[in-house]
């Protein structure tokens, strides 16, 4: 068992800026690069690098756009990440190795795939990576939403962080706050702009146009031409207002059905956010990645 070390946080220069990634587990432990949703960062994967530390070496960047990986200039688009993803494993020294997207991210790591198959051994999708045909009814009705949502979350300006953390405790069910683990999710959201106030990092620009490629012919036809071993972790529930899941067991059969590359198993209490931030999941997915690593080690072996 590898020693558990402290999350630690660096920046490697990429084509047009610098890309923001965070790490958590020992150096020799076997690595994973863990990527995340079309609004988020790679704060999202906190309690998954917590839980894996003594496990995994868990490499999960702000992909270009998010974060403090949003001063890059561009390009944007799928392409312009899975070199991003290269870019990392290589200064990370892996030749080879798992990765693991949730929500876009899962468009990101099988776009890498495609791009990349000498040096991708394995998937674990999270709730994403497949077109959403089922949810986005209505033509874009889904990407409308999510657009509509990141503007406005771009466009605010804060006096302080506990008014970002008011707003968003403000938005929870009756009778929930927020966690300290989302408090330091959400502090990380937050840069400064020249007029001494706060905003939410990120580049519209960059957002919309990955949301075009997820929603798109793009995400359709990069997913057929996919061979590198996947499975995708489908949450049976998905995010308010929404209760059913994001993927339709019908639609996730098809596509295995379509992919021979890609396996499927469900988390049927998991929602699209809960899937990768409740302790009970996310040991299902470290397990998983787990059980990917061995599987592609046996296969090089």
Known sequence: MSEATPYTRASLPVEGGSLEYGQWGSATAPPIIALHGVTSTHMDWMTFGEIANDRLRVIA?????RGRSSDIDGPWGMPAHARDVVALMDAMGIERGVLVGHSMGG???????VLFPDRVSAILLVDGGL????ANEGGDALTRIV????????DQRFDSPATYLRQLAAQLPEGQTLTPEAEQIARYDLVSTPEGELRVA??????AEDSVHITGDASDRTLRELTTPTVLVRAGRG???REGGLYSPA????????VEALDSVELLEADHGSII???RYVETLVAHAERMIANAASIGD
Do not use: K
């Open 239 to 241: 995010l308010p207002p």
């Open 277 to 279: 931030r409740d302790p």
């Open 131 to 134: 077109p959403a045909v089922e």
């Open 107 to 113: 468009f990101v790591a099988v776009q890498t795939a």
């Open 251 to 258: 639609e996730v059969a098809a596509w295995t059905d379509r």
């Open 61 to 65: 960047p702000d992909l270009r756009g």
């Open 202 to 207: 990120g580049s519209f620009d960059a957002i």
């Open 147 to 154: 657009l509509d949502a990141a503007q406005a979350r771009l």
